[in-house]
């Protein structure tokens, strides 16, 4: 995927020297185990063979070269965040809004006048994982590029669109008391399960899991802003979590959101709406699922019957690469019932009729 698909203006390219993932690098103890930097394609790439990132650096030691993943993967962390600052031009907001100084927050993303404006609103919604905001995956970061595993394509085509955009960070769940730091979950998300049973692990308040993250974030700020038409996407468990809140805040949602696109969702439609058919036909109504599948790109998939929303091919069966890979046909997809809700509203609307004033 060349740069300029998602860059627009190659902006990011213009800061590289002062903002590049080398700079962190340098600043921790792997600067040499860790030679990497992304090249101008987005690529991860060895500074002196141009290879493409080598787990097994030590031999024969799993655990070592692990903890040599898990630093890599922490420090890309900590450089998309510094894309979504300063590149996206997107503003940290931390949460809950009531904290005490002490207290331990977590954080989300969103562009300047989100709430104010009256333009429709984007919701950026990831899969369940060690990865933060601004990332779909970190595996597909490191061995496809910042263009597939990034949401930097999502969030520039979500503000030249639509006018606003909002990254959550659903895994980013607690903190670690002992080092006083914040926990860089490096574990999987079956150790991050059991590791919270660790006197050590302190849930953030508003953001213990990736439910009440996107709750949290929904009736503070989204459920509150001018936008009249907010639109979802929503990648494997974020789809889960979706479903969890439309359950939850049922007439808020279904008057807010006008559109939402799952990408390899594991939400269950019957099991979680409790055969609500109220949910279940706005859900296939307002409703799309992109999936990893052999079919071309936006082919039917799976059966009509299925009690679910119209599902069709993500263009590949790599469900690392399926975000990046459907991006434009989502977009399209929004756009279109956002048309389309936009004509029924004008249609709905009683024609505006001049009222007579009294003259001052």
Known sequence: MMMTNFTGEHTWLQIQHELSLRNLIEGSEYQEELKYDF???????HLDTNESFVFNYYKNAHEQNHKRYQVLGHLITQYVYELLERVCMLQKVYIPTDATEDEPRSFFFMSENALASSSSLIVLLQDHGVFRAGQW??????SEGLGHGTQIPFIKMALQNHGGVVVLNPNDNFVDLKTEKERLSFSTSQEAL????????VPKRGSSSPEEHTTYVWDHFISK???KNVAFIAHGYGGLVFVDLLVQ??????????SVAFIDSTHNVPHQTRSDPQIQEWIQKYCREWVSNSKPLDKAVGSVMKLNCPTVSAGTEKYGLAPSCCLHSMFKYLKSTLKAKTATASRQSPVATRSRTSKK
């Open 249 to 258: 805040r049922k007439g808020e949602v279904m008057n807010k959101v006008f």
């Open 137 to 142: 995956g970190q595996r597909i970061i490191i």
């Open 225 to 227: 802003s001018a936008a």
């Open 39 to 45: 090249n101008i394609r987005g690529e991860l790439r």
């Open 194 to 201: 059991t590791s919270t049973q660790s006197t050590w692990w």
